[in-house]
């Protein structure tokens, strides 16, 4: 069995402490952004049901043409949370409860949140 390294850890625990008042409200499900190096991703998840209501990534085939004319990552994040707000509101999802996933609130992250305010989603 692996042995986790005080990194990862660390990482765990911050992680689970932004998760700690955001999971399972049965009236607003969750935003939630994932961002690796190249990539960020966000879903909106039902976690009642156990289900993604809606999603996009930066990998989406609609959107990598766009990602790829994106001029920063920055951008690249207020593209997904336009995205992924237009996704959930044809879903008929107005609230949500926003999931930062251990990440610090700033860059990449707060430009998808802001985007998907922008968009219409209410959080």
Known sequence: MKKLSTTEIRNQRRRNRSKRDNYGHPERPRLVVYRSNKHIRAQVVDDLNGAT????????????????????????????????????LKNKVGKVVFDRNGYPYHGRV?????AAREAGLEF
């Open 53 to 88: 209501l809606a999603s996009a990534s930066s990998l989406d085939k609609n959107l990598v043409k766009e990602a790829a004319k994106a001029k920063s990552k920055i951008d690249v994040g207020k593209l997904i949370g336009t995205a992924v707000a237009k996704n959930a």
């Open 110 to 114: 707060k430009a998808v949140a802001d």
